[in-house]
């Protein structure tokens, strides 16, 4: 499975922006997926994990109300809505393929900036 993450950008605390992740083709029902984030000098946190299917999501404590994460089956892709950003967002995204219990694959990241 091959992943890419896009769409991260520079914006101001509460703005919102939507990250993308194109997922390699028939893998998007073969597996779960979930979103990590790296600030610097911090370990990659948890940020928010969507099961095969859709039916089941789970988010970090930091961002429960805030994000929101979903995929589309037709597109081949995952997405991380983010909504209320607050500068401690700030972070390289990325996005990895889950089988059982073990991510597997990661895409390149994508930066996203909260300006204060």
């Known amino acids: 499975v091959q992943l890419q993450a896009s769409g991260g950008g520079l914006v101001q605390t509460g703005d919102s922006l939507i990250l993308s992740c194109a997922v390699s083709a028939a893998a998007i029902s073969s597996y779960a997926f979930g979103w990590f984030r790296k600030a610097p000098g911090q370990e990659r946190d948890f940020v928010a994990a969507?099961?095969?299917?859709?039916?089941?999501?789970d988010y970090a404590d930091s961002v429960k109300g805030r994000f929101t994460i979903y995929s589309d089956n037709a597109k081949n892709a995952v997405y991380l809505q983010m909504n209320s950003l607050k500068p401690e967002d700030t972070a390289i995204y990325y996005c990895?393929?889950?089988?059982?219990?073990?991510?597997?694959?990661w895409g390149r990241g994508t930066q996203v900036t909260v300006s204060s």
């Open positions: 969507i099961s095969r299917g859709g039916g089941i999501r």
């Open positions: 990895a393929a889950k089988r059982g219990t073990d991510y597997i694959a």
